[in-house]
């Protein structure tokens, strides 16, 4: 072992410690513990959304849309369907045209946007990949039926059999409102995706919604999914401009941006936060690594009288600095990566003890705190914390090789 490592763990780990030096030393080491546990779990939580948004939300949504500018509707829609399934970033199309009005059932009244879709389609959609899709079977048999989302069925108080009103809004040519169109529609039963869409969710027939709605085309829009789902916005744009007919872009960012970049915003403001926390952490090393020069500089001084030069008095106090870093990174990053593994049967064991829940999912997309842990948050966390210690030795390092043994010695 290098002699300037082993005076620098005799030093870290010396008993002859002055009380308040000592003290100085372990809250820097706990500090930064604390800095590294903390980012890394949060920066796992955040990942732990980033996922479930991809995976839950993203898994239900469009994530392109390209409607008509023309009330008649998308022309020619089946060739252009069929060129733009050529693209291998496409990996399911789907016609659609969007029906809004109020439900009724009884004295319960909802507003809606329906999505008219192709039942032999729809049905290979990734939005349904993995759900229960018993009530498909007698939503596709009638071309005059409701596909409900399981909470809307549940706020409409209604069950597979039963007949809803549907009113249309009517406008005439001059700008005025005119009675609205009624009719009536049979609930073929309900699907329940698990997220908060089931609460807007309702499907017709697309022939039906394009009779009622005057779409000569019979399409008024086409719907996309990718395969990496943030791409969406370049890829929408991409093949939008290649359309010959005018037609409103649109991605999931446009609807449910707002999240996302919520999620990108919590992650950096954390990054920065906690890693001030790990620098103010690392400036208790800087006072301890001061007065553990001012203790020892007699010691110091009869190194260098010996023959030490002023490099191995200078590593001696860089290491020190770094063992006590090092000690709170690894504790700390080592305890952070150990709960982010386990956070989410952690969460559910308090919100079992507790009685209390800490996502609603009729607030949230989810209804349980997520988490994943990866790697390279681990490793920028741990290389963050170890640079800012080694920055923080450096000052007092240099300031125990400056000293000038016949003045110390002297006294």
Not at 148 to 167: C, F, P, R
Request: proline share 4%.
């Amino acid at each position: 072992m290098p002699l300037s490592t082993l005076l620098a763990w005799r030093l870290a780990r010396g008993k002859r410690q002055n009380g308040l030096t000592a003290f100085m030393s372990a809250s820097s080491t706990i500090g930064i513990a604390i800095g590294c546990f903390a980012l890394i779990v949060i920066l796992s939580v955040m990942n732990g959304f980033e996922r479930e948004l991809r995976n839950n939300l993203l898994a239900v949504i469009p994530h392109g849309e390209f409607t008509a500018v023309q009330d008649a509707g998308l022309a020619d829609w089946q060739a252009t369907m069929a060129s733009m399934l050529k693209d291998p970033a496409v990996t399911f199309m789907q016609p659609v045209i969007k029906v809004t009005g109020l439900l009724q059932q009884a004295n319960q009244l909802k507003a809606v946007q329906i999505q008219a879709v192709s039942a032999p389609l729809a049905k290979d959609s990734p939005s349904l990949a993995g759900h229960d899709l018993q009530a498909w079977p007698a939503f596709a048999a009638n071309p005059h039926s409701i596909l409900l989302g399981e909470s809307l069925k549940q706020t409409l108080d209604v069950k597979a059999g039963d007949s809803l009103q549907l009113l249309l809004p009517q406008v005439a040519d001059d700008g005025r409102f005119l009675a609205p169109k009624s009719v009536w529609l049979t609930v073929a039963g309900s699907i329940s995706l698990n997220s908060q869409v089931d609460a807007h969710l309702a499907m017709m027939h697309l022939d039906y919604a394009a009779e009622l709605l005057a779409i000569s085309e019979g399409v008024k829009g086409l719907q996309l999914y990718f395969s990496d789902p943030f791409d969406a916005p370049r890829k929408v744009r991409e093949i939008g401009n290649q359309m010959h007919q005018m037609v409103y872009m649109s991605d999931w960012t446009r609807t449910q941006g707002d999240l996302y970049q919520d999620i990108l915003l919590v992650r950096q403001v954390v990054y920065v936060v906690l890693t001030l926390v790990i620098a103010v952490a690392c400036f208790n090393i800087v006072s301890a690594q001061i007065m553990a020069v001012s203790d020892k500089q007699a010691e110091i001084a009869m190194l260098m009288t010996m023959g030490a030069g002023q490099g191995l008095i200078m590593r001696t106090f860089v290491y020190q600095g770094l063992i006590n870093g090092a000690i709170g990174t690894l504790l700390g990053a080592g305890f952070g990566a150990v709960l982010s593994l386990y956070l989410s049967d952690v969460a559910r064991w308090f919100e079992k003890i507790s009685g209390t829940r800490l996502l609603s999912g009729d607030v949230y997309f989810i209804d349980f705190l997520p988490s994943q842990l990866q790697l390279a948050d681990v490793i920028v966390t741990v290389i963050i914390a170890l640079l800012l210690t080694l920055l923080a030795t450096l000052y007092p390092a240099v300031r125990a090789a400056r000293l000038n043994p016949t003045e110390v010695l002297g006294h």
